[in-house]
């Protein structure tokens, strides 16, 4: 790679959308480590108040990365490949706390189970798929069951500070998330249902 290139590439990495990026990826441990001081380790429950700060926080990084990235053409390969894995991250590491913690209990670990499952399949199609060098764009319906995820789980990240202000607030997130879950497995099978003529094609050669 020659010089040109070289900083071509970390103009890009530096961008402010890739920087967005990071800062949700680094959202994750301080929303992760707020969620178990004050539930495993008994903590104070304004930890609840600084994890969902910081989780909206991350949540309209992941608004403004691309709208930045569009509005001032600074895509890259390297934002491209992070943008979703940073919002995995973020999505599946509180579910997996928010159930450690026991607000998402009983029937409503199935929608987490179903959120997670999803996640993997989609990745795991478009892995193959960029393979073939076929791109899969994201539908309108997937981006309104990413916002219905982000805000079920807002709520739920409140917790029990939560429903000292708003008395339905956990209910609320457990209502979202299953409405969340519902449009994934649809959005999932949309996905699956428009790469599918891909991998039959694929093995028919």
């Known amino acids: ?3 040109v290139s070289t900083r071509r590439v970390a103009k890009h990495t530096l961008a402010l959308p890739n920087i967005l990026t990071y800062a949700r990826i680094a959202a994750v441990p301080v929303v992760v480590g707020c969620i178990y001081a004050q539930s495993i380790m008994n903590g104070p429950l304004w930890l609840r108040w600084v ?3 910081v989780f909206v926080f991350a949540a309209v990084t992941d608004f403004f990365d691309g709208y930045l990235a569009r509005i001032w053409d600074q895509h890259s390969a390297f934002g491209r490949m992070l943008d979703p894995i940073a919002d995995k991250l973020l999505v599946s590491s509180c579910l997996l706390m928010l159930a450690a913690d026991g607000i998402i209990y009983g ?3 199935w929608a987490a189970i179903v959120i997670l499952c999803r996640e993997i399949l989609v990745s795991g199609l478009r892995e193959y798929l960029a393979a073939l060098r076929v791109s899969v764009p994201v539908t309108r ?4 069951k990413t916002t219905v995820q982000l805000v079920a789980i807002g709520f739920l990240l409140a917790g ?3 429903d000292r202000v708003l008395p339905w607030n956990s209910m609320i997130g457990l209502s979202l998330l299953w409405v969340s879950a519902l449009l994934t497995i649809y959005t999932g099978y949309d996905y699956f ?3 599918i003529h ?3 094609e694929e ?3």
């Open 193 to 195: 249902r428009a790469g």
């Open 1 to 3: 790679m020659n010089t």
């Open 198 to 200: 891909h991998l039959i």
């Open 141 to 144: 319906l997937a981006k309104w």
């Open 107 to 109: 029937w409503t670990l």
């Open 203 to 205: 093995d028919a050669a």
């Open 160 to 162: 029990e500070a939560g």
């Open 51 to 53: 994890a969902l700060a």
